[in-house]
C-alpha cells in the first residue's frame, strides 16, 4: 500500500499545498512524531497523484516573477481518502522494542528493580504524552485536554499493582505454575500496550 499517497492527500484535504508544503509539514512537530517523508518522496508522488487525476495542480506567482506549484485534492481523491480512512486491515507485525525484550527477562531481578524500571518508563511515556497532547491542543483547540496528574496516579497504580504479582525467584516468593518469563512476558505486553494508549488517546482517562 502507498500509505504515504494516502497522507498527503490528507494533508491536501485540509488546504491546498505545495510541495515545500507539504514536505515542510512532514518535518514539523506535528506529523513527524508518527509519518515521516523526504523530500526526494513527496514529489515523485504528487506525480503519481496528478496521473491518477486525485490532486490538480494550479501554477501561481509569488512576487514578481517567481511561480509555485499549489496542489488541490480532487473528488475522486477525497473519496479515495475517505475509504482508506474506514479500511479495517490487520494489525502489523509487532515492532523490536528493547523495553518490552527487557520486561521479558525480568524474572531474573526483584520486584522493587522491576517496579522501578517500569515507573521510569511510565514517566518516560506520560512526559512524552504531554509533550504530543500539548501539540494537538495547539493545534486543534477543540479537543479536550489530558489531565496528567490523574491520569499519571492512575497509570501507576494499575503499573504497581501489576508489578507486585510478578513471581520473582530472587526474592523468595512462591513458585507459580505458569512460566514466570512467559507471565511477566504477558504482563509486560499489557503494560506496554497500556503505555501506547496514554500516549494516543485523546481524552483523559476515567
Not at 506529523?31 to 496528478?50: D, I
Not at 525484550?101 to 518508563?121: A, G, N, V, W
Not at 512526559?127 to 504530543?132: H, S
Not at 497504580?157 to 510478578?166: D, K
Amino acid at each position: 500500500m502507498r500509505t504515504l499517497k494516502y497522507a498527503i492527500l490528507g494533508l491536501i484535504n485540509r488546504e491546498p499545498m505545495t510541495g515545500y508544503d507539504i514536505t515542510r509539514e512532514f518535518n514539523s512537530n506535528n506529523l513527524a512524531n508518527f509519518w515521516y517523508a523526504k523530500h526526494s518522496q513527496v514529489y515523485p508522488e504528487l506525480g503519481r497523484l496528478m496521473d491518477e487525476k486525485l490532486v490538480t495542480c494550479e501554477v501561481v506567482i509569488q512576487g514578481e516573477k517567481l511561480e509555485k506549484k499549489l496542489y488541490s485534492i480532487t473528488p475522486d481523491g477525497r473519496a479515495q481518502l475517505q475509504e482508506w480512512l474506514m479500511k479495517n486491515e490487520p494489525l502489523e507485525p509487532t515492532p523490536k522494542d528493547v523495553f518490552r525484550l527487557r520486561m521479558y527477562f525480568s524474572d531474573f531481578i526483584t520486584p522493587e528493580e522491576l517496579k522501578t524500571q517500569l515507573t521510569l518508563q511510565l514517566e518516560k511515556h506520560i512526559l512524552k504524552k504531554k509533550y504530543l497532547t500539548d501539540i494537538m491542543h495547539k493545534n486543534y483547540p477543540g479537543v479536550r485536554r489530558f489531565h496528567g496528574a490523574r491520569g499519571g496516579h492512575h497509570a501507576r497504580g494499575i503499573l504497581h499493582r501489576m508489578a507486585s504479582e510478578l513471581p520473582c525467584p530472587l526474592s523468595g516468593r512462591r513458585k507459580v505454575k505458569k512460566n514466570p518469563a512467559i507471565r511477566t512476558a504477558n504482563i509486560a505486553n499489557s503494560i506496554t500496550g497500556f503505555l501506547f494508549y496514554c500516549l494516543l488517546t485523546r481524552q483523559r482517562f476515567l
